[in-house]
């Protein structure tokens, strides 16, 4: 993560928004899914078109498909004096969606960004392959492992197509020479996300789901063969959610793209995921297909929550309904 100018999150993170564009290294230097709602569209079709350049194949990137496995071993993690994680252990299954999810303060967020070593460990490893991250130089770990954070911060007035560049910045040489495969990349990037009519307006004056889509371009011009999102659907109608959705879906595909993510909305885990893993208090309850993990006594117990379990009926995973207390015929 190394780079002349670095992209401040918010103030505690001290580091960037992805795992491409930081601080830290020496100065100067550039830093099989699911069924999908909206498959077919022409909007997902436009998208996928987009996909070949901006999938990890090219000589700046691993091979499609070809990623190490991205795993945590005992980690420990906390903030202001209190554990959050004690001894966790999970593998992101290599080429495969995982969908991880759980109520709020869970400690969600804290274990990715400490996978994406965004937040240090107090205990633990996490491995890419058989590398230890933590020996890993900012720059490495930044052309295999792509992070988008929940909050990310532009400084004023930089525009769209300028921030989605600084997704190119880990394979760019000492110089950070800009080049005619790097204007592709960033071309492709941001056409998949729908962003590429915004690309000379200030990030500033965008709408909070135009810049969430600016970010997931930064991202996807990063071009890594490991991709991790904290909640990245925040700030997006319904629509948007199922182009990003369909997005990552055929870029894991197409390309072979390992997608790790956290979500709220349990019925689009499910739906768009291979591999579900189910959080509370700091500890995984429940991980696996989502056919097998997503039953009622799983989310009661998680979320502390009546619900019924029933398939899908578009895509025939499984689809939690809520109890509550009023608005039932029994």
């Known amino acids: 993560m190394a780079c002349s100018e670095s ?40 998208a996928a078109r987009s996909l070949g350049d901006i999938g990890p194949a090219s000589a700046a990137g691993p091979a499609a498909g070809t990623s190490p496995t991205l795993r945590a071993e005992g980690v420990v993690l906390g903030y202001d004096g209190r554990t959050v994680i004690d001894g966790l252990d999970l593998s992101l299954p290599a080429g495969r969606i995982t969908a991880i999810v759980g109520p709020n303060a869970c400690g969600k967020s804290t274990l990715l960004r400490g996978m994406a070593r965004l937040h240090p460990l107090s205990g633990g490893k996490v491995l890419l392959g058989d590398r230890d991250v933590s020996a890993m130089s900012r720059r490495e770990l930044a052309r295999a492992v792509g992070m988008l954070p929940q909050s990310s911060i532009a400084p ?25 495969d790097d204007d592709a990349v960033v071309a492709s990037a941001l056409a ?23 970010w997931i371009a930064m991202v996807l011009a990063q071009q890594t063969g490991i991709v991790l999102l904290d909640e990245p659907t925040t700030f997006l109608d319904v629509r948007h959610q199922l182009d990003l959705l369909d997005l990552l879906t055929s870029l894991n595909r197409e390309r072979g793209t390992t ?25 995984i309850v429940a991980e696996g297909d989502p056919g097998e993990v997503l039953t009622s006594d799983v989310v009661h117990g998680a979320f502390d929550l009546d619900s019924d379990v029933v398939p899908d009926p578009v895509s025939g995973t499984p689809m939690v309904v809520p109890r509550g207390r009023f608005h039932t015929t029994g």
């Open 7 to 46: 992209i401040p999150l918010r103030a505690e993170d001290g580091a960037t928004p992805t795992a491409a564009v930081g601080q830290g290294d020496a100065a100067g230097s550039a830093g099989s899914a699911r069924p999908a709602a909206a498959a077919g569209s022409a909007r997902s079709a436009a």
């Open 156 to 180: 004023d007035g930089v525009r769209v197509a300028e921030l989605v560049a600084r997704g190119r910045y880990p394979h760019q040489g000492w110089f950070g020479r800009h080049s005619s």
């Open 192 to 214: 998949a996300t729908g962003v590429a009519d915004l690309a000379d307006r200030p990030v500033q004056d965008l709408s909070g789901g135009q810049r969430q889509r600016v």
């Open 259 to 283: 997608v790790a993510m956290v979500l709220h909305e349990l019925n689009l885990a499910a739906r768009y995921s291979d591999h579900l893993v189910v959080m509370n208090s700091g500890r």
